[in-house]
């Protein structure tokens, strides 16, 4: 599964960084729901990602991952409002709790490694080409 994450992951960038407009459309529209399939189901893979993509010689490949660090900071935010006030009316509330106690540790344990990285990345690269080398 994470294979397939992965692979899904270097699409949706290539598709972000096309010149053909209706790609980059559809990329950005994916690119927030991958990244909320893999905050659920392996956030590790996702932060091994923002790892890797602080190193990398690519824009597209580091704003890609600045805007998918950018989206787990605001759905972990949006949890830990929602944990406070919600009651719970389903079978297993504490595997959700732990799913989101798992994502918040590995977003949250990143910011520092990322902090620099992340103000380098926040603008978007020029569309130059249609893929990433």
Request: a positive charge; one cysteine or more.
């Amino acid at each position: 599964l994470v294979k397939v994450m992965q692979v899904m992951l270097v699409q949706t960038m290539q598709s972000m960084s096309s010149s053909r407009f209706e790609l980059r459309r559809i990329g950005s529209m994916v690119l927030p729901l991958l990244s909320e399939v893999m905050r659920w189901t392996r956030p590790a893979a996702l932060a091994e990602f923002w790892l890797q993509a602080s190193t990398a010689n690519n824009d597209w490949v580091a704003y890609t991952a600045m805007l998918t660090f950018r989206q787990s900071l605001a759905h972990i935010s949006w949890l830990a409002k929602f944990f406070e006030t919600q009651t719970f009316n389903w079978m297993r509330p504490e595997a959700c709790h732990e799913a989101a106690a798992l994502m918040s540790e590995v977003t949250r344990d990143r910011i520092p490694l990322l902090e620099p990285w992340l103000v380098q990345a926040a603008s978007a690269p020029t569309v130059t080409r249609d893929r990433i080398p």
